[in-house]
């Protein structure tokens, strides 16, 4: 898929152009959201915003700026993160009838999905726990479509920086786990 094929077609009127760019990011905007420790109904809704603020601010995107993902991504941080705010101090982001969304991991043989699923919940709430800053780079970073690069300009900082950010959070992760 060229993206800047697509967007030619949407600016020259192809309305449906713009599907092909939600099938194509659907899936790692999912990832990236479910990530940051939201429940499966904000990952849908702030997914859904995304793609239309995408769509109404179309004309502000600059490709000479930056790759048509980062644009996108970054609209997603930041309505991750004002989600997580709303939330405030709320102990956990999901509630009852919510679904924690898939991370990317190997299938389980039968008699261990009980413990899989055990400790994807427990890195959920171990991500939960994190601050914003620390959730937004590490879901980002486990994005394959998504370099350092592109990382730094995401979260409007240098490459160094997130190398910095990561390290911490991956750490700060970690003890969470481990308590």
Known sequence: ??????????????????????????????????NMGLG???????????????????GQYSP?????????????????LN???????RAETLDGNDEVVDLPCQR?????ALEQARRHEA??????????ADRSVLALAYL???DLADIARIEGCTVGAVKTRLHRARNRLSQLLET
């Open 83 to 89: 989600e997580i705010e709303r939330a405030g101090n």
């Open 64 to 80: 000479g700026l930056s790759r048509f993902s980062t644009w996108l991504f970054t609209i997603a941080r930041r309505l991750a």
């Open 144 to 146: 394959r479509e998504i």
């Open 108 to 112: 389980a043989l039968p008699q261990d």
């Open 1 to 34: 898929m060229d993206i800047d094929d697509i967007l030619l077609r949407i600016r020259a009127g192809d309305r449906q152009a713009f599907a092909e760019i939600v099938r194509a990011f659907q899936s790692p905007l999912f990832r990236f959201l479910g």
């Open 123 to 132: 890195l959920h709430r171990a991500l939960r726990r994190l601050p914003a």
């Open 40 to 58: 499966r109904g904000q990952v849908e809704d702030i997914a859904q915003e995304t793609f239309l603020r995408a769509w109404n601010n179309l």
